[in-house]
Structures are given as structure tokens and as C-alpha cells.
């Protein structure tokens, strides 16, 4: 089998391609014939070794896993003597964020309890792109609480990996969707349904005018005194966080805040991979309520190009690693 590896905490230039033996699943485990991954902030995270708090997790000095890559979507290839359920040649996917990563390779031996049914109606490529952005996008939104028709939702940082789909769920919801994010995206965020986009380059979301039912943060940009100013008499902000000082400041003072304020201001607690969310991401995908949007395709070989294109910025939509 072929597989993008890493031995060391670093930029992208410590990815490399790397040859191994096939192994045979555990009794409890499957192999995953990938068909195509996709990246995500946190596998860049991961990558770095950020926030420098998660090697308490992943290792102190190097990484305890060399593998690279959270979302696939494939077939399984093989399956052990003890799973129920599946077998040789079903349609899989999932997030591999708390089973050791691996995605970014031709096969992926993984827990059986890891892989969720992926519907026929679905494409690989599409199916990649989904487990772990979606499902921070889900239930970010989920944790502000049901979003009503006509209600006004803000997403800051709507242009990377998450807000995409965070912008689409809130439509199929019917709410009325602001996205914020810079201006070489602003006609991207359009196509995905916003009816208003703010360049934040140009205009501070805090100190205009609009007031708002849901603030989902997934830039974090601001702090919590700005953020009040952006959320309507009994508004929900939720972070999804990367920076711990940030995490602390929602979680601690964001309580304080939101009762004084007559709001709700916090963070959530992440559940990755869970079946239960990919099969609404499913439905939502076979009802065309969200779209994936595709920036590039690359090749195992191309781990190096596809983690730049990743981390510049310019994506506009999910950068795929296809074997």
C-alpha cells in the first residue's frame, strides 16, 4: 500500500509518500479501499502540532502516528473474522480524527465502528469532503439551538472547510444567512445561497448595524465584549474553536456576558464521526440542500502541493487527495 506519512511535528515539506506492506484487519477492524480524502484545518493543525496543548494527545516531542488525513470515503476492501454487518465491497465513510488519522493513502486499515454506510446516491468525491466539516457545521449550528425560519444567521469565516456547509445548512433551515469572510470570496459565498456577504478586510460585523439570531464563529476573530454588540435581544453565538485563550475566554466569560446582555454566548463540545450526524449530512446531500464544493484535485504523490493550496487561503471549496 501507498501512504502519505509524516516523523516529525512540521510545515508541509515533512509530508512524504511511503510504501508498506498490506495488513491484514484485526478481527474488530476493516481495510478501507480509499477513493478519494479530502483536507481540512485540522489536519493542518495536526500536521504543526497546534495548539501545542493537543501533544499531550499526539505525542510531546514527535507524533505518535505518522499517518495523515481525517475524512475518506471508499470501499471496504477487506474485514475481520468479528465484525458484523459488513463486508467486501460496501460503500463507506467517515472521520478517522479519533481512530489515528490515515486517510491520505490507497488503503486505510481502521475499527470497524469507525466506518458508516454511504448511500448509493452519494459520489466518493462528494462523500470525502463531508465527515468532518460537515459535521463541525452541524453541530455548531445544533448547539445554538433550532434555527427558525426568517431568522437571521451570521457566519464568520464561511469561505474555508466549515463554513461552506454551515452556510447551506442554515438555508435548508430557512434562516436568512450573512457570511463573512474576504473579498476574493465574496461571489463564492454568494453561490452557496448568502443573501448578504461582508468583506472583513472592509467592515467589522460587531459595529454595523445588523443585529443577529445565531453568530456562528468559526473565524474567531473577535472578543466577546465586540461580539455581544452582534447578536439580537436573545441571540446565540457559538465558537468553534482552535485557540485555546479563545476557548477559555467563551467558555468562561461568555456565560457572564450573554446573562447580562440577555444572550447566549459559548462553545460547544465537538463529537467527531458520529453516524447519526453523517446520515442527516446524507439526506442533506441527497435532497441537493448542500452542494460540496470541489477546489482541487491532487494525487497521493501531491501530498506537499495539496496541503499549500490548504493552508493559502485561496480554496474556494475542498482540496481532494484522490489515489
Not at 499531550?56 to 514527535?62: E, I, P, Q
Not at 469572510?181 to 467589522?204: P, Q, S, Y
Not at 485555546?244 to 446582555?261: N, W
Request: hydrophobic letters at 45%.
Amino acid at each position: 500500500m501507498r501512504a502519505v506519512v509524516r516523523d516529525a511535528y512540521g510545515p508541509v515539506d515533512v509530508l512524504r509518500l511511503a510504501t508498506a506492506e498490506d495488513l491484514a484487519p484485526e478481527p474488530d477492524e476493516v481495510v478501507v479501499r480509499v477513493a478519494a480524502a479530502s483536507l481540512n484545518m485540522a489536519d493542518l493543525d495536526h500536521l504543526l502540532g497546534r495548539p501545542r496543548l493537543a501533544r499531550l494527545g499526539t505525542g510531546l516531542v514527535r507524533p505518535s502516528s505518522r499517518r495523515v488525513g481525517v475524512d475518506v470515503a471508499g470501499t471496504v476492501a477487506e474485514v475481520g473474522q468479528a465484525v458484523p454487518g459488513l463486508r467486501a465491497g460496501d460503500r463507506v465513510w467517515a472521520d478517522l480524527f479519533s481512530v489515528g488519522h490515515g486517510a491520505l493513502a490507497d488503503r486505510v486499515r481502521v475499527p470497524a465502528s469507525a466506518v458508516s454506510p454511504l448511500p448509493d446516491g452519494v459520489t466518493f468525491d462528494d462523500a470525502a469532503t463531508v465527515p468532518h466539516s460537515g459535521s463541525l457545521a452541524l453541530q455548531g449550528l445544533r448547539a445554538a439551538g433550532p434555527i427558525r425560519p426568517g431568522e437571521r444567521v451570521l457566519v464568520n469565516g464561511a469561505g474555508g472547510c466549515v463554513g461552506p456547509f454551515a452556510v447551506q445548512i442554515a438555508k435548508a433551515r430557512g434562516a436568512v444567512v450573512t457570511a463573512v469572510d474576504h473579498g476574493d470570496k465574496l461571489d463564492f459565498l454568494r453561490e452557496l445561497g448568502a443573501d448578504e456577504v461582508i468583506d472583513h478586510t472592509r467592515e467589522d460585523f460587531t459595529r454595523g448595524d445588523g443585529r443577529f439570531d445565531v453568530v456562528l464563529d468559526i473565524a474567531d476573530t473577535r472578543s466577546v465584549a465586540a461580539l455581544r454588540r452582534a447578536l439580537a435581544p436573545g441571540g446565540r453565538y457559538v465558537l468553534i474553536a482552535r485557540r485555546i485563550g479563545s476557548f477559555a475566554e467563551k467558555a468562561l466569560l461568555g456565560p457572564v456576558v450573554g446573562r447580562l446582555t440577555g444572550t447566549r454566548i459559548g462553545v460547544f463540545a465537538w463529537r467527531p464521526n458520529q453516524r447519526a450526524d453523517l446520515a442527516e449530512l446524507a439526506e442533506l446531500l441527497a435532497a441537493g440542500d448542500v452542494v460540496p464544493r470541489i477546489d482541487r484535485r491532487y494525487g497521493l504523490d501531491e501530498p506537499v502541493e495539496a496541503f499549500r493550496r490548504l493552508g493559502s487561503g485561496q480554496a474556494r471549496g475542498k482540496v481532494l487527495v484522490v489515489p
